[in-house]
């Protein structure tokens, strides 16, 4: 069977000064959430210092409201890895309610590992990135093992496995 993203729109009715958000994602397209969290734009996200949320969810199809002023930033968090931005700069007037449908955002990678060594910590980093154990590199994502669901953005991205032996 082929899996979908939904095309419910929110229904909730907000009062003035009031945003929600809605964030959307076809059934078992993503692995499980931490939270999905809405923060002033270019504010730092999930696991940074000075993080501080507007508003949060931990599941998929639940509003968040919050009042602030935009423009804001969404975060995804999963309950293994590291917080990916889903959306920077996103406008949101006094009022309104917006869906965010997670699946025109982001991707999953998924490395089986057939024929690869023990990895110590599989990344998924930009195209040009040194990377693990050199100066620069920034992973985008990471997972401990093969096969397991990597989320990250729309892009293109470099694979990098070290061994659990230490060899490069």
């Known amino acids: 069977a082929i899996s979908t993203p939904t095309s419910r729109t929110p229904t909730s009715w907000c009062a003035a000064g009031e945003r929600t958000i809605q964030f959307t994602a076809p059934e078992r ?5 931490k939270s999905i969290v809405v923060v002033k734009a270019g504010e730092p996200g999930p696991g940074r210092p000075k993080f501080k949320a507007l508003a949060a969810a931990d599941r998929y199809g639940e509003p968040v409201k919050f009042s602030e002023d935009g423009p804001f930033d969404v975060w995804w968090q999963p309950k293994d890895g590291l917080p990916v931005r889903v959306v920077a700069g996103l406008a949101i007037r006094d009022g309104e309610s917006k ?13 089986r ?51 659990d032996n230490g060899a490069r």
């Open 29 to 33: 397209f993503l692995p499980p959430v």
């Open 99 to 111: 869906e965010i449908k997670l699946a025109e955002y982001l991707g999953v990678v998924n490395f």
């Open 113 to 163: 590992g057939d024929d690869q060594p023990r990895a110590a910590l599989i990344t998924i980093a930009a195209q040009d990135d040194p990377g693990p154990d050199e100066k620069g590199h920034a992973p985008v994502q990471t997972a401990k093992d093969y096969r397991v669901d990597m989320v990250v953005p729309d892009g293109f991205y470099s694979l990098w496995i070290p061994p």
